[in-house]
């Protein structure tokens, strides 16, 4: 199993300016006022891990440097990708599910079989953590191979205290081995586990008192999310969750108005949350406090489409109303089993109406936003963190127009060239 190849980099300080020179820059930066924020015919600097200067090559060619310089003749470079929003770990497999729904068995009959999300709970309980980690490389070598350097991962799957840790852990080991960057969630009120059948208000106190406390101990997760719908938990037991987690400091996030609309994005908003996720359900109140306090409005057109749902997220409001909008693949083993954000930006646009560079803001700039990294990730401006991506394209709308193909020809992460597999 390979840990991802990277160029050696020089230890800090010594390292010599990298320059791609040559280079068409789709920015994403909201500064450079063209479409893509493009740049064309300019150099991107790098030094250390950050973006040193972004120059003209006009006068790039009369400061010559010591610099190492990578002609890359005319291709694209993007901010590196950022799937906002995963179910990374898991175990088992749901295939099996998806074809009986196909052969028309109902949910219902699929749930009394033990199906559904407490099926990959049975399977993520009985599987160690290092069979959990060798289960869950290839999906995030996945997403690397098209171009993520930033991904969350939720827990969600455990739902004990042991469980959930065993999940987070996992996690945090895939930012550890790999090159890539990780912003673990703890998402313990994903369901109700069947030893709180019928008692979810008793789990929901189990998670606050048991659960919160020792993964905010061991840092194990920076956000805490909760499935707020009618076949999960209501917006009273999300709020005392979303409460518990702010008095530890850590952020929030939700999986709301994805199947009924429970107002779970205006309590989300009321918490300054970093973002509310699936929203097809979401009302003009809704989407007026999204605006109101700034918070993400994260797209999941994969569940969307696996699902065959009908109703859509009222896309056209969210722009109206300025509420920033990412998109995220939800790779999960039931309702978005994609370990594509290319197919995520592309489903967004196809299904959802967004513009390929609405899509591509989506993955990069927006998403940095709902991971609370806006400030450092998610575009091309001097200062931020150098994860990039060459694309060998004409035009950047081609990463998110054709699947099946990848056009990725380097893959730089904090400064340092990682192939991407
Ligand atoms: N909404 C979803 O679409 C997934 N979780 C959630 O809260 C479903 C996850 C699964 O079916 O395993
Ligand atoms: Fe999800």
Redesign the pocket.
């Known amino acids: 199993m390979s840990g991802g190849e990277c160029k050696e980099s020089a230890p800090e300080g010594t390292a010599r300016e990298r320059v791609w020179t040559n280079a068409r820059l789709a920015t994403l930066d909201p500064a450079v006022r063209a479409p893509y924020g493009a740049l064309e015919q300019h150099a991107l600097a790098v030094r250390g891990d950050k973006i040193a200067a972004i120059t003209p090559m006009a006068e790039f060619a009369r400061g010559i440097t010591d610099a190492e310089i990578i002609d890359i003749a005319g291709k694209w470079i993007t901010p590196g990708l950022i799937d906002c929003h995963t179910?990374l770990v898991?175990g088992g497999s749901?295939a099996r599910e998806w074809e009986m729904r196909l052969n028309g068995v109902s949910y219902a009959e699929i749930a009394r079989e033990g199906g559904?999300?407490l099926s990959?709970v049975r399977a993520t309980r009985a599987r160690s953590e290092d069979e959990l980690f060798r289960d869950t490389v290839p999906r995030l070598q996945a997403l690397m191979a098209e171009g993520v350097t930033c991904v969350e991962i939720k827990s969600?799957?455990g739902l004990t205290e042991f469980d959930e840790i065993k999940m987070l852990r996992v996690a945090r080991r895939m930012g550890k081995f790999f090159p890539i960057e990780v912003s673990p969630t703890l998402?313990a009120a994903?369901a109700v586990p069947p030893e709180f059948a019928g008692r979810a208000d008793d789990y929901v106190g189990h998670i606050i008192d048991e659960i919160l406390p020792t993964v905010s101990a061991e840092k194990l997760a920076e956000a805490v999310d909760a499935?707020c719908?009618h076949i999960?938990f209501s917006p009273a037991q999300c709020e005392r969750i979303f409460r518990a987690a702010k008095e530890r400091d850590l952020a929030i996030k939700g999986?709301v108005e994805?199947l009924s609309n429970q107002h779970g994005a205006e309590l989300l908003a009321s918490h300054g949350a970093w973002s509310a996720d699936?929203l097809e359900y979401l009302d003009d109140t809704g989407v007026q406090a999204l605006a109101k306090a700034g918070t993400v409005a994260v797209l999941?057109p994969g569940?969307f489409y696996f699902?065959r749902e009908k109703q859509k997220p009222p896309v056209e409001k969210l722009r109206a109303a300025g509420v920033p909008m990412a998109v995220a693949t939800?790779l999960?083993?039931?309702?978005?089993p994609f370990a594509s954000i290319r197919f995520a930006m592309n489903l967004a646009c196809v299904l959802y109406g967004l513009t390929p560079e609405e899509a591509l803001a989506g993955a990069t700039r927006e998403a940095a936003k709902a991971l609370g990294r806006g400030k450092r990730l998610g575009t091309l401006s001097v200062g931020k963190q150098a994860d990039f991506l060459v694309w060998d394209v004409e035009h950047p709308a081609e990463i998110v127009c054709q699947l099946g193909v990848n056009p990725l020809t380097e893959r730089i992460f904090r400064g340092t060239s990682c192939n991407p597999i």
């Open positions: 179910h898991w749901r559904g999300i990959t969600g799957y998402l994903h499935f719908d999960a999986h994805q699936h999941l569940a699902l939800d999960n083993p039931g309702t978005s």
